[in-house]
């Protein structure tokens, strides 16, 4: 053999050796012959779980809450892996410690089962859009109540000690009646039809379309259900009977102190308003009577 056809032969031997370990590094770990290799999924998934028993309607803060690796297959869906995203939210479900926490807790559930908390009856309590805070109460809020009431009462000059006449006295009475109830669930109309757009108005409500992202005032109703005790309860129907009631809605706030423990907070005491409350203590002005003077006759 030649000794050029030798150095043609020694110098393709080396060029496919070449080939062979570049191709070996091009398709070493991580990578195959379709692209590179999909990584393993992670063994565990970080996990944020409730370190004690968090009550209804409670502001989360960072003390409730841990984090704890889950295996995949047992992680509930809709699980949080961060506790940041959670705090500051308002629980619409009660959370058992150690119970996974879900974005469900936060959700409101309208309508959904429920029971009624030991020691108290429930009552349900219908308001619209101005009664009843835009009609925007979520099971776990607390609400206060204000009646307003205007029967016939048995009123009685001190001086003749005779009945003043209906159409000299003004029957009108505002009270904060309760404070501090909680509502365990709510009730809310159908959501709008495929057809016309918009869920069915309450009788006699005129609906008015929203503009510009607005609210539409087509007066909503919502049932509102309360946990009150049996004494509550007779003044809540007493003033649906006889008057008009709105629901004030409170913060949570004022419900646990600053470990997030429930508390019952104070009571707070207000003087209730009739018109004489109205002149006397707000300085609304009482109407004066104006006479027309008669012309006097011709000379």
Do not use: W
């Not at 939210?89 to 409101?108: H, L, N, P, W």
């Not at 757009?197 to 607005?214: D, F, K, M, Q």
């Amino acid at each position: 053999m030649k000794r050029s056809n030798r150095l043609v032969l020694l110098i393709g031997v080396f060029l496919a050796a070449l080939v062979f370990v570049i191709v070996i590094v091009l398709l070493g770990p991580g990578q195959t012959s379709n692209g590179p290799e999909q990584s393993a999924p992670p063994s565990k998934i970080a996990t944020v779980i409730a370190s004690r028993d968090i009550a209804l309607g409670v502001t989360i803060t960072k003390d409730m809450l841990k984090t704890q690796d889950l295996e995949p297959n047992t992680r509930l869906p809709g699980a949080f892996g961060d506790t940041s995203a959670v705090i500051g939210s308002v629980t619409r479900a009660a959370v058992k410690s150690g119970q996974q926490v879900t974005a469900a807790i936060f959700t409101e559930q309208s309508g959904a089962n429920f029971q009624c908390p030991a020691g108290f009856t429930c009552i349900a309590v219908q308001v619209d859009q101005l009664s009843g805070v835009g009609t925007l109460i979520k099971t776990g809020d607390y609400v206060d109540m204000v009646a307003g009431i205007s029967p016939n009462f048995p009123i009685l000059d001190s001086k003749t000690v005779a009945r003043v006449p209906d159409e000299n006295y003004d029957h009108t009475s505002v009270k904060v009646l309760l404070q501090g109830m909680q509502v365990v669930t709510t009730l809310l109309p159908p959501p709008p039809t495929a057809e016309t757009g918009v869920a069915t108005p309450a009788p006699g409500a005129t609906a008015a379309p929203a503009t510009g992202g607005g609210t539409a005032l087509n007066g909503q109703q919502e049932i509102v259900i309360l946990a009150v005790t049996p004494q509550q309860a007779e003044v809540i129907k007493f003033a649906q009977l006889d008057g008009s009631i709105t629901l004030l809605l409170r913060s949570p706030k004022d419900f646990v102190d600053d470990q997030g423990n429930p508390i019952i907070p104070e009571v707070v005491k207000t003087t209730g308003i009739v018109l004489k409350t109205m002149i006397t203590d707000y300085g609304v002005l009482p109407p004066k009577v104006i006479t027309d003077p008669q012309p006097s006759a011709a000379p």
